[in-house]
């Protein structure tokens, strides 16, 4: 069953410039908007603005990405303990801009996942394919970061189905149709009943992610039925992120 709480995780990126924006925006976003029981609103700024999350209350923080060690000679790295002290309960893991532009692998996505369960975070983990149909691409990323994962576990992690080719950032990047978005809500559903059971596998929270804006973003959630969404672009408009969060 999918679950009832609905979860929207704006993923600010390299956004905005400075402090004083990001904490304006910020306030302008819970001004707006008040957290529901059944909304589960997460901010995931860049990490120099996390400190954020000890002066702003109502809103729930998210880091976009950690290293898999907790501590030592990782120069430039932000560690698991590092974003959880800072205020974070989400992390973002294995986004598609990192895999092209950082080095990101599957093997360093899975030991990502790792660290966060074991510093008790949760992890936001994005699946998708560089081109549509590709289904065997997300399959392959699919195993590669559950691999090693207990179903106990399962409700920990929450998987969003993110089609690169749908991301705003992308040239010529616009959101999944209803069809392909269900076909990839369905798809990931199959792979987690074939590795795990019915029943783990519906403890998992699927989103969908890719140019979701005001004008779609229920559609993903209450027509095709997916658990959130994870929102870029459309997060960093206070207006169009207010009328987003009232949408769903
Ligand atoms: P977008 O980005 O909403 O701007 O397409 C989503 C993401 O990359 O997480």
Redesign the pocket.
């Known amino acids: 069953m999918p679950q009832h709480k609905k979860y929207i995780i704006a993923?600010w990126?390299m956004n905005p410039e400075t402090l004083g924006q990001a904490k304006k925006l910020l306030n302008g976003i819970i001004d707006h908007t008040t957290q529901k029981e059944n909304i589960e609103l997460v901010i995931c700024p860049p990490h120099v603005f996390l400190c954020l999350a000890s002066e702003i209350k109502g809103v729930i923080f998210g880091s976009q990405n950690i290293f898999w060690e907790d501590k030592g000679a990782y120069t430039g790295e932000v560690s698991a303990p590092m974003v959880k002290d800072a205020g974070a309960r989400y992390v973002?893991i294995g986004?598609?801009?990192r895999r092209r532009h950082l080095g990101e692998t599957d093997a360093s996505v899975s030991l990502k996942i790792q660290a966060c369960l074991k510093n008790k975070l949760q992890p936001v983990v994005?699946i998708g394919e560089n081109e549509r149909n590709q289904e065997e691409e997300v399959k392959k990323r699919f195993h590669a970061a559950l691999l090693g994962i207990k179903k106990d576990d399962l409700k920990k992690i929450v998987l969003?189905y993110?089609p690169v080719w749908?991301?705003?950032?992308n040239s010529g990047?616009a959101a999944a149709s209803f069809d392909d978005a269900l076909s990839g809500l369905l798809f990931i559903r199959k792979l987690l009943v074939k590795m795990f059971d019915t029943r783990a596998a519906n403890t998992v929270r699927i989103l969908y992610?890719?140019?979701?804006d005001s004008g779609n973003a229920s559609v993903f959630t209450r027509k095709v039925g997916f658990d959130g969404v994870?929102?870029?672009?459309?997060?960093l408009n206070k207006n169009e992120f207010v009328k987003l969060v009232k949408s769903i």
Not at 166 to 169: C, E, H, P, R, V
């Open positions: 993923n990126k973002i986004h598609s801009e994005c969003v993110e749908a991301i705003s950032g990047g992610g890719g140019s979701v994870l929102v870029g672009n459309a997060s």
